[in-house]
């Protein structure tokens, strides 16, 4: 699903009656930063398609292991029978 940016604007206003911030936690709020997003979020989406095609991968190889046995028994059993 598509992100909603319009949520700040349906949001009611808060009516809450609430005591000023001290200045020392607004101090330490600004001290905090926040490193470059885009990077992380492209770099995880990185890591998850190449495990996606490793999984994919391996999930043919099963596919043509099995379909080979799979050949293999029944020309075995047709040669018991001719």
């Known amino acids: ?5 319009n949520k ?3 949001d009611a206003m808060d009516t ?3 005591a000023a911030p001290k200045q020392a936690l607004s101090a330490l709020n600004r001290k905090v930063k926040k490193g ?3 990077k992380r979020t492209k770099n995880v989406r990185k890591m998850k398609a190449i495990a996606k ?3 994919q991968n ?4 099963v596919k ?8 293999l028994r029944t020309q ?3 040669k018991l029978y001719d």
């Open 58 to 61: 391996e999930k043919s190889v």
């Open 1 to 5: 699903m598509a992100k909603n940016r």
């Open 16 to 18: 809450s009656e609430s």
């Open 64 to 71: 043509v292991s099995k379909n080979e046995s799979k050949t």
């Open 76 to 78: 075995s059993a047709k």
């Open 53 to 55: 095609a490793i999984s």
């Open 36 to 38: 470059v997003q885009m």
């Open 8 to 10: 700040k604007k349906r």
